[in-house]
């Protein structure tokens, strides 16, 4: 359970949050038409950029 909470793994989590709820909307919001169904757009695209990155490098570099 202790590696669970390393520091590298939380600054991991902390980059996926900041993409799938910042970065993502924001991108969305900003190049998809400044309306609340692109900022969603942006979301789903941040969360799903999110989840293929974690499968393919972040679980490896825990």
Do not use: D, Q
Request: hydrophobic share 55%.
């Amino acid at each position: 359970m202790a590696a669970v909470l390393s520091s590298k793994f939380i600054g991991i989590m902390i980059f996926y949050i900041i993409l799938s709820y910042l970065i993502g909307p924001l991108i969305g919001y900003y190049f998809l038409g400044k309306t609340t169904k692109a900022a969603g757009t942006g979301f789903v695209v941040g969360s799903v950029l999110s989840i293929i990155l974690w499968y393919s490098y972040g679980s490896k570099m825990v």
